[in-house]
């Protein structure tokens, strides 16, 4: 029953896509064909059944030609006047999705608020604009992704919908290398302000991350998948911040100095156990996956932490600070 309704949702959401490609209208024939390139084998009559349930909860118009063609409209927004609040909350949006712009979904969200100050009272629009003293949003520097391929992009939402594999040329950042992969896509994520694809690699049989920037090209293949959900809930537990993998274990770290207040103030949620010690310092244990990416992190605070387990974490960290100092030593 489960696998039913996640498909059905599946194909909704995918008319949803279609639709909105589309302005002008599709027939039911002209949906069914794309539908059936893309997998979904269901009847022209399942399909009618589906657009009665989508234009309950969307505006969807029919045309008057035969044979009949639906039309998503925008939806139309009039006459809003806001509380303080909602409009301190909407100043709080316009900020929020200000580092998104570069992506398209960032984009599409700048035009809806648009669309919403259109629909305002003048003074409310114009103290949003203006004189908004009250709250200032104050956001952290991310990374641009300025070079993704959005034709790349829509090869791997499409994967996604109809749950098929795709053969990618990928460049590793970490080794510098391009390989040819076959991956199973599950789901495209905004991790500092760039999109990541998590999906099961079969070279590597486990759930990487993959930014989307770094796909050179996406093919889609006929070969169908099942979710590795099991997988794909250890590597989302194992991560910390952007950082994943598919083994974890637990490090312990001793974070002495302003590096205590710091870890206290910034990561003591992120621990699985923060313990005060009576010199001031305080034992930081995490179970997580060890990547390049915590052992940066972990180099980042310098002499304020020390590794304490494991052996061969405290080990690599050792030879790394000692290549450092060599480097100023000279």
Aim: with cysteine; charged share 30%; hydrophobic share 35%.
């Amino acid at each position: 029953m489960y696998m039913k309704d996640y498909t059905q949702s599946q194909r909704h959401i995918m008319i949803y896509k279609i639709l909105s490609e589309n302005p002008d209208g599709m027939n039911i024939n002209s949906i069914h064909n794309i539908l059936k390139r893309y997998g979904y084998n269901v009847s022209e009559r399942t399909i009618r059944r589906d657009m009665h349930c989508l234009s309950r909860i969307l505006h969807i118009s029919e045309t008057d030609t035969r044979p009949v063609s639906y039309v998503l409209k925008e939806i139309v927004i009039n006459n809003m006047n806001m509380s303080f609040n909602n409009l301190q909350a909407i100043r709080l949006i316009q900020e929020l999705i200000k580092p998104y712009q570069h992506l398209d979904v960032g984009l599409n969200a700048e035009r809806l608020m648009q669309k919403v100050l259109e629909c305002l009272p003048t003074d409310q629009k114009n103290w949003l604009q203006h004189n908004s003293p009250l709250l200032q949003v104050n956001l952290s520097e991310l990374v641009n992704e300025n070079d993704y391929d959005p034709d790349i992009k829509n090869i791997v939402e499409q994967a996604i919908l109809t749950e098929k594999c795709i053969k990618i040329k990928y460049y590793s950042f970490h080794n510098n290398t391009t390989q040819i992969r076959t991956i199973e896509p599950y789901f495209i994520e905004i991790s500092e302000g760039c999109f990541h694809l998590w999906a099961y690699c079969h070279k590597r049989s486990e759930i990487r991350d993959f930014r989307l920037s770094r796909i050179l090209s996406a093919e889609m293949t006929s070969k169908k998948y099942v979710r590795k959900e099991e997988l794909l809930d250890i590597a989302l537990s194992n991560r910390f911040e952007n950082m994943s993998g598919r083994e974890a274990v637990l490090i312990k770290l001793k974070f002495k100095g302003f590096s205590t207040r710091y870890v206290k103030e910034y990561y003591s949620k992120r621990a699985d156990k923060l313990e005060d010690c009576n010199d001031g310092s305080v034992i930081f244990e995490l179970n997580v996956a060890i990547t390049p990416e915590i052992k940066r992190w972990i180099l980042g605070f310098g002499s304020g932490v020390e590794v304490l387990e494991p052996a061969d974490l405290r080990e690599d960290i050792r030879k790394k600070a000692f290549k450092m100092l060599s480097v100023y030593e000279k």
